[in-house]
Structure formats: C-alpha cells, structure tokens
C-alpha cells in the first residue's frame, strides 16, 4: 500500500535551516508528481511546492518561494525539501503527499521555529 514517512523536523531559530525528507514506497515514486504541505496550528492545509516527475520542473508558493526548494531522488524513492531563512510563520507540521491537498500523506515531522 502507499506509504509516505517523513522526516527531519526539529526546533530551529529564526534564520535557520532544514532538510526534511520524505522516503516513499507502495507506488511508481519516479512516475509521480509529488507535494509539500503543511498545517500550521489552529489551520488547514496548505499547499506549498510540487515537483514534477523528470525534476525539471516546480511550483512554490508565495509564502515560500525563494527559501525553499523541493526535490527529488528517483533512484532512492525520495523526496526532499530544503527550507532556509525559517521564520516563525513556518512552524507546522509538514507533510508529503500525492497531491495538493494531502493525499495519502505520512504522519507528518514538526517544524518549531522559535528563538
């Protein structure tokens, strides 16, 4: 069955920055478009970054464009996000998924960005 497991959150300060990774399995991960998203507290999901299956290609959206970047590694069945210039707004947990509003996602890897 499908499995998505996510990890790497932790507890980082203003500025900072995070690799969180997503190790897929129980599909065709190299035919997949994959997704970002995450619920901050109190709020719903939100979507933040696609990557196409060849890599070539992503979307973001505005909340994080320009600090973060997804990616992908076919040959590992995963999946990537690498998030820079944290700030507190990004606290949530973050999620992969098979599409923009959370399909099959794992069980999520908080983020905590506090000072």
């Known amino acids: 069955q499908v499995q998505l497991v996510e990890s790497g959150g932790a507890l980082v300060q203003p500025g900072g920055s995070l690799r969180l990774s997503c190790a897929a399995s129980g599909f065709t991960f190299s035919y997949s478009w994959m997704f970002w998203v995450r619920q901050a507290p109190g709020k719903g999901l939100e979507w933040l970054s696609t990557?196409?299956?060849?890599?070539?290609?992503?979307e973001y959206a505005d909340s994080v464009k320009g600090r973060f970047t997804i990616s992908r590694d076919n040959a590992k069945n995963t999946l990537y996000l690498q998030m820079n210039s944290l700030k507190s707004d990004d606290t949530a947990v973050y999620y992969c998924?098979?599409?923009?509003?959370?399909?099959?996602r794992g069980q999520g890897t908080q983020v905590t960005v506090s000072s």
């Open positions: 990557i196409h299956t060849g890599s070539g290609i992503t």
């Open positions: 998924a098979r599409n923009r509003v959370g399909a099959n």
